[in-house]
């Protein structure tokens, strides 16, 4: 039998644990999975909104819901709320799942852009089961108990990322990861190669390895440090590089989704866990210096803040290559957009997902490596493009950051984005693009843009079928979400961490 492939895992933040908990469910035997980290040097610390594809990770573990949610603090998260963003005074959800129902194959967004021009709409929350849901602060697992069958409710969850990386750690070791706490001071390259072949730890001590996952965080110990794959800054059209994080006491009621404030040079996140309010001012210092960023976010907390504001920088962009030689970034290592969407947690998720498909042995391939990159490129752009659209549509004046980012120029498939929208309502959704047309929809209307016109083919049915079905897909959702419990019920019934 051959030597197992010694992967190292660089790192034990929540890429480094979500790392080794995947592949300790689906490497061993074959392979060796250490993991180096320092707790001198410790962790981001942030990190607590996600998007329901973490279902699919917890799933692939095994996890138990209840048991994930009581070991995190965790809370459910139906949606993000977008307050003053398209105009002060301005307030839309971008809200998980379905939103009305389409009819053959035009989507329902053309309806409702039709029934909007006929003056019959009623708002877009109307019409979607997750707004309805957020809106009354309700959650139940599974579809709506109602006359109708919905389908299963769309959810995420917000939970404290530290604790997420202390639970996959406690499900990693115990399947075979070895857990090494060290500093690495430096990094050994192979002199003919170029590849990484052993981690320097202080106190004398070596660590070897075939492949090496660089979960390292900003830094990018091995992908940047050692290896030089360059970084790609977006910072033009992402200039916020600064984020100030401070805990709040909880308030009711517990609110099942993420609220985002656009503030003056930047915005504010709000994210209720169990036992207390995650909140973070992200800003831009061309425009706001940190004094002032730290009282705008200290005025606007529900409660009583539990610590000092912690200091963040950051600078929005990616790995040029997220693959070179041996090492394979995943995590803050590859890149970095602002939590806006709550994407990062994810991308970690996704990398894993096409790292065990592209999974190296000893040998590197080429051709792996370059669609590998080709892929994890694909993805950071299309989300990238996404986040830009927030802070491009929008009718704000009142500040030289809004002045800068509305007449900022944007990335060339935004800008198709934008003019096949504001023709005739055109939404299309390039290959494995994260974020589908519903997503896309729900921000672009949020933020005020509307198309000259939609799919003529919505005009085949007739006016009278047009009000009946809009009306009855509203009344069916309002009609669920008022049967289903509340979210704090649902904590208190089924993973209540606080006793
Ligand atoms: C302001 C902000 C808000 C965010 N909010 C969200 C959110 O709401 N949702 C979301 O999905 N994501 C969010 N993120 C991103 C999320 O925090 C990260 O994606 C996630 O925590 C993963 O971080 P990481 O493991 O890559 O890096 P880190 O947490 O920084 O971990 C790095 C690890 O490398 C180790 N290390 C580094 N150097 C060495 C060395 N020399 N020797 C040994 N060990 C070393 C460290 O000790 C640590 O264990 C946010 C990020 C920021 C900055």
Known sequence: MSAPVRIVIVGGGTAGWMTAALFSRFLIPGFDIQLVESDDIGTVGVGEATIPQIQLFNAALGIDEDDFLRATMGTIKLAIE???????????????????????????????????????????????????????????????????????????????????????????????????????????LHPETGCVEALRLAGDRRVEGDVFIDCSGFRGLLIEGALGAGFEDWSRWLP???ALAVPCASVSPLTPYTRATARLAGWQWRIPLQHRIGNGHVFCSAFMDEDEAARLLLANLDGEPLADPRPIRFKAGMRKKAWVKNVIAVGLSSGFLEPLESTSIHLIQS?????LKFLPRKEMIEADIAEYNRQSAFEYEKIRDF???????????????????????????????????????????????????????AVMVGQ??????????????????????????????????EVMPGHFEFIKANCDAMG
């Open 351 to 355: 990398a894993l997902s096409r790292l």
């Open 82 to 188: 977008f307050v003053d963003w398209f105009e002060p005074g301005s307030r839309y959800m971008h809200a998980f799942g379905a939103v009305g129902r389409d009819v053959g194959l035009i989507p329902f967004h053309h309806y409702w852009l039709r029934a909007k021009a006929l003056g019959l709409a009623e708002p877009l929350g109307a019409y979607s089961q997750n707004y309805a849901m957020a809106m009354a602060g309700r959650m139940q697992r599974g579809p709506a108990r109602t006359s109708r069958t919905l389908p299963e409710v769309q959810r995420a969850y917000h939970f404290d990322a530290s604790l997420y990386a202390a639970y996959l750690r406690r499900y990693a070791e115990p399947r075979g990861v070895r857990r090494i706490e060290g500093r690495i001071e430096t990094v050994d």
């Open 240 to 242: 916020c590089d600064r």
């Open 387 to 441: 986040i830009i659209l927030h802070f491009k549509a929008t009718q704000r004046n009142d500040t030289p950051y809004w002045d800068y980012l509305r007449e900022m120029s944007v990335p060339d498939y935004l800008t198709d984005k934008i003019a096949m929208f504001e023709s005739y309502g055109r939404i299309f959704r390039e290959n494995d693009e994260l974020f589908n047309d519903t997503s896309w929809f």
């Open 448 to 481: 005020g843009m509307l198309p000259k016109g939609y799919d003529p083919m919505v005009d085949v049915m007739s006016n009278e079928e047009l009000v009946r079905r809009m009306a009855d897909i509203k009344s069916v959702i309002a009609k669920s979400a």
